[in-house]
């Protein structure tokens, strides 16, 4: 029998004020802090309403000197393995933050809820930047490879300094910040990279991290010394020890998309610091992302696509066989080698025009998403979750990034090997903007996450619009773009508005409509000086 004089839930805090998400996060971080913490984060929390911490009854960390007492052996710094299957634990097992500061706290809480969730542009439950790297940063902290963990502070300094937070003139700002961890992390990595058996996952995914910290500061010309870095690692380890780790396969995925991404907006590439598409680099490359078991035992689209960024493999590839022959002298190619680009690539991306136009979101995107590898990783791990895809906003928007990717693919192709004028491109500009603009509506209208549209297909199309409601629909972009707190975003905006520039000044001087007036936006990328990662 249910006593009739028990209180409803509802009713317990009935007369209260309820306390934000965003708040309550931030009382969290300030638990158990007898000492008063860290004088230069006080500027954080000053705005709070909330005279008392609900969070602050019991500690939810042991003292340290009591936990010596305790236990005699101390705390135990966690070992590094090859295998990296251990920084897992964390995830069950808590590690005491009592040696960090309360400024580290709330820079490591940032990015896991905040940097981590936007390094892909829509959810999904089997983030890396959510899952694996924040799980071997907490593990390794406290050892000599906790470079990455220094990284994650930086990247997520650096975005808050970009968003604006800081503190008044007597204290050191974000970006100063930012740049300590980020100073921590190389000296520590060098320290690292002197020693004779290093672990490759750790120094990889450090290296990516302090990469994406410079692409966040706004920095433009560090990034590619960092990623051209990586390759060379990875060309001298080869894919030994890589299919044990989750978390180097993972990184291992991002160095090949950055890699072919970034090479599209650099001429001249040097291809022995780089995989391509035709070399045993590339092929380990793919094969480290695929994964243990996946070759031969899987369908095809399981080895094609790149959850993280919405692509399928072969369309990546295509994008990369265009700079390939872009960047080659026309004295090196041969007689019919356009012809046969322009064939293989069309095919490619009318397949999957073709498949979207008759399958839907329950086709080709679908065949890709739940019969490839990272959803039968998820399904182990999380039972029926990966049901969530199907008819959610994350499977809309999947193909919506899948579209856009292929309509700038187009655009791509004909501007890097036709050299043909906006005019001949002015549907596929349309159509990656739609799908911009559909992306948008997912987000405004759901709320939660805001949806970060990959930077590469938006910015093809946005150098190349000439219509009003294209021009407009590109800027409209390009401010949703610079509201994450990316730094680098900021030198696409300039690369693009100078395109607009240009392009308006030989119009009217020549009388040409715009639409027939080309601008090489790598020309204008070199002469400015700024080279943006379109990531």
């Not at 390759?231 to 998309?257: D, E, P, W, Y």
């Not at 291809?271 to 369908?299: F, H, I, L, Q």
């Not at 159509?431 to 990959?454: L, M, W």
């Amino acid at each position: 029998m249910v006593p009739t004089d028990s209180r409803f839930a509802e009713t317990t805090w009935k007369g209260f004020q309820v306390i934000p998400s965003d708040i309550v996060d931030l009382l969290i971080l300030r638990c158990d802090d007898p000492t008063g913490g860290d004088p230069g984060l006080d500027g954080c929390f000053s705005f709070l309403p909330v005279s008392h911490n609900p969070f602050s009854t019991f500690p939810i960390v042991a003292d340290e000197k009591s936990t010596i007492e305790n236990d005699h052996q101390g705390p135990q710094t966690p070992h590094c393995n090859g295998s990296f299957q251990g920084q897992l634990k964390v995830l069950s097992s808590p590690v005491p933050f009592s040696g960090r500061t309360r400024l580290e706290r709330y820079l490591f809480h940032h990015y896991v809820t905040q940097v981590a969730v936007i390094m892909m542009p829509y959810e999904h439950p089997n983030n890396p930047w959510t899952t694996y790297y924040p799980a071997a940063a907490i593990q390794l902290r406290d050892g000599q490879y906790d470079a990455l963990h220094s990284a994650m502070l930086a990247q997520a300094a650096f975005n808050l300094g970009q968003l604006g937070v800081g503190w008044d003139e007597s204290r050191p700002t974000m970006l100063e910040s930012a740049l300590k961890y980020y100073g921590n992390a190389m000296r520590r990595l060098l320290s690292v990279m002197g020693s004779s058996d290093i672990e490759f996952p750790f120094v990889i995914a450090t290296i990516m991290t302090l990469m994406m910290a410079e692409v966040y500061s706004g920095q433009p010309q560090q990034w590619r010394h960092h990623l051209r870095g990586a390759l060379n690692l990875f060309v001298q380890h080869g894919s030994r020890g890589l299919q044990t780790s989750m978390l180097a396969r993972r990184s291992i995925t991002s160095l090949k998309i950055l890699k072919v991404l970034g090479d599209t907006s650099a001429r001249d590439i040097v291809s022995a610091e780089a995989p391509d598409e035709d070399g045993a680099t590339t092929s380990n490359c793919a094969m480290a992302a695929r994964g243990p078991g996946s070759v031969g035992s899987a369908s095809p689209a399981t080895i094609e696509f790149y959850f993280t960024i919405g692509i399928p493999r072969d369309v990546l590839d295509c994008i990369s066989r265009i700079t390939a022959f872009r960047n080659k002298s026309p004295q090196t190619r041969g007689p019919s080698e356009a012809d046969h680009l322009m064939e293989s690539v069309l095919a490619c991306l009318r397949r999957y025009q073709q498949q979207e136009s008759t399958s839907g979101l329950d086709g080709v995107y679908f065949t890709a998403l739940e019969s490839g590898e990272e959803v039968l990783h998820l399904r182990e791990e999380a039972g029926d979750r990966q049901l969530l895809y199907r008819g959610s906003s994350i499977a809309a928007n999947v193909r919506l990034q899948m579209h856009a990717f292929i309509r700038a693919a187009y655009i791509y192709l004909y501007r890097s090997v036709m050299d043909a004028p906006p005019r001949a491109v002015q549907n596929h500009v349309a159509g990656v903007f739609s799908a911009i603009s559909s992306f948008f509506d997912t987000y405004s209208n759901g709320g939660g996450f805001p949806g970060n549209f990959s930077l590469w297909p938006a910015f093809v199309a946005a150098v190349e619009a000439t219509r009003d409601e294209d021009i407009e629909a590109a800027s409209r972009w390009m401010d949703w773009a610079l509201s994450f707190g990316i730094g680098i975003r900021a030198g696409a905006k300039t690369v693009v508005e100078e395109v607009w520039r240009r392009r308006g000044e030989m119009a009217a001087a020549t009388g040409l409509e715009k639409d027939l007036i080309i601008v090489d936006w790598l020309k204008v990328m070199q002469e400015l000086d700024c080279d943006v990662l379109l990531i």
